[in-house]
């Protein structure tokens, strides 16, 4: 159904302008009962989109700052792959101490979703120890000595514990005010190794220097292998290792 499906929220609903960053799905800003508000119409499948919505209304009552899905008017979060949600104001980090506060909120992300299950038709990096696609991802694309780097990165975080993962923490999707930071753009989140969000500028996450390698290579090589083969994947694998 594409934009005709916005009428489910109500006549009160308009586009205003699209919005840069969306890869993956068609991004606009919106006015929504006279709230400005964001509106993502996207490819993913309604189990997907459950998992997606139900973990931002959790980190919601838990008290992060994430966009929070706006119901249709009969109280769906989601429709025919349309999802609104509230508009977050505020400025990407800059300095040290606003990574410090970024890393902050991860680990509170992290903690609060300890045990949460697996994205549906997602894997992990552990489970691209043995698996080749998931979602995204298809190693089968990748050239053989590139998928052993990336491989090899990942093992290096076998048996830690899991917990839903951000998964694009580049500064576009992080809004700071002077009293919270807000995380945007759930749509690459899934369980993951906590680690691989925590390979933050100045080491913002105080990781010892091995935890911090085994973070670092293990990020180059999963934003390597969820964007082959554009020129910013080549850049990435570029990081990682060779084995």
Not at 217 to 234: F, G, L, N, R, T
Request: net charge negative; hydrophobic share 40%; glycine share 8%.
């Amino acid at each position: 159904m594409g934009w005709e499906a916005l009428g489910q929220w109500g006549e009160d609903v308009a586009r205003i302008e699209p919005l840069a960053g969306g890869v993956a799905n068609d991004v606009w800003s919106m006015r929504v009962q006279g709230q400005l508000a964001v509106g993502r119409l996207g490819t993913r499948s309604d189990a997907d989109l459950v998992w997606e919505t139900e973990l931002l209304q959790r980190l919601d009552r838990e008290g992060l700052t994430v966009p929070v899905p706006i119901p249709t008017t009969d109280g769906r979060l989601f429709a025919d792959g349309l999802v609104l949600m509230t508009y977050v104001e505020g400025r990407p980090p800059e300095t040290e101490a606003d990574w410090r506060r970024v890393a902050d909120t991860l680990r509170r992300l992290h903690q609060l979703t300890r045990g949460w299950p697996q994205r549906p038709g997602w894997r992990s990096s552990i489970d691209l120890l043995h698996a080749e696609t998931g979602t995204r991802i298809d190693l089968r694309k990748m050239p053989p000595e590139g998928v052993a780097r990336c491989r090899a990165a990942w093992a290096r975080l076998a048996g830690n514990q899991t917990s839903v993962v951000h998964g694009d923490l580049n500064p576009r999707n992080i809004r700071m005010t002077a009293g919270r930071v807000a995380l945007i753009d759930w749509d690459e989140s899934h369980v993951d190794v906590p680690d691989l969000d925590l390979a933050l500028p100045h080491n913002a996450a105080g990781l010892d220097s091995v935890t911090h390698d085994i973070a670092a290579q293990a990020s180059a090589a999963w934003q390597a292998a969820v964007c082959w083969d554009d020129e910013y994947s080549i850049k990435r694998l570029a990081e990682v290792r060779a084995v």
